[in-house]
C-alpha cells in the first residue's frame, strides 16, 4: 500500500487556515483519497488537554520554555497515536499548524531562536517533516480584524500585540523562501475564490494533483 501524504496549514490568526483545510479536504476526497483532518496543538485526547492549558488566557505566568515544551508534548502524541499511522494505511493527513508554528511562535515571536528549538525537533520527530506546507500570508492588520469580527474570546496567542504578530509572519516567509521545494505561499488577502485557486495550483505543482 502507498503512504499518504502529509500537508500542513501554516500562518498568522485570520488567514483562513480553517476554511481552507475543509476545503482542501474536499478536493483530495474527490479524488477518492481517504482524508485525516487534525490540528495542533492537539490532535489526539491528550493533545486536546495540552492545548487547552496553552491557549488559556489566565495562564499568563507560562514560562516560554514551557509553551514549547507542551508544544512538543503534544505533537509527539500527535505524530505517534495519529499522524503516522494513517500515513501508514494510506491516508493523507491536514493539520491546521505542525512544527513551522513553533519556530514561528516560540523561535521568532518569544525570541528564543531557532537553534533551540532545532534539537528538540531532531529528538521528537526523527527527520519526519511535512510533504506540503501551505503558509497563508496577510498582512497583519487584516488578521486581527477578522480574528475581532469572529465575536469569539481571543486565546492566549491572539491577545498578543501587532510586534508579536509581525514576526510570526517574517519567520513564516524566512522559512519558505528557505525551503521552496516544501513551501508554498498564499496570498490570503485575496478573496476566498483567488485563495483556493493558488491552493489548487500548488497541490497541482507540489503534488502532482489535478483538481
Known sequence: ????????????????KSTN?????????????????????????IG?????????????????????????????????????????????????RFTDASYAYQGAARGMGFARIEPIENWVQQGFAPDLTLVFDLPIA???QRVKS??????????????FFENVRNAYLERAEAAPQRYAVVDAAQSLVVVQSQIRQQLASKLGLIC
Do not use: C
Open 1 to 16: 500500500m502507498q503512504q499518504g501524504k502529509f500537508i500542513t496549514l501554516e500562518g498568522s490568526e485570520g488567514a483562513g
Open 142 to 144: 487584516i488578521g486581527m
Open 48 to 96: 486536546e488537554k495540552i492545548r487547552a492549558l496553552l491557549l488559556d488566557p489566565e495562564n499568563t505566568a507560562m514560562h516560554q520554555d514551557t509553551e514549547l515544551l507542551l508544544m512538543f508534548a503534544a505533537r509527539a502524541q500527535h505524530i505517534f497515536e495519529k499522524i503516522q499511522p494513517a500515513l501508514q494505511r494510506g491516508a493523507w493527513v491536514i493539520s491546521d
Open 21 to 45: 483545510l475543509a476545503y482542501i479536504q474536499e478536493l483530495l476526497q474527490a479524488q477518492g483519497l481517504e482524508v485525516v483532518t487534525t490540528r495542533e496543538p492537539g490532535g489526539t485526547e
Open 150 to 163: 469572529r465575536g469569539a474570546v481571543v486565546d492566549r496567542f491572539e491577545q498578543e500585540q501587532k510586534t
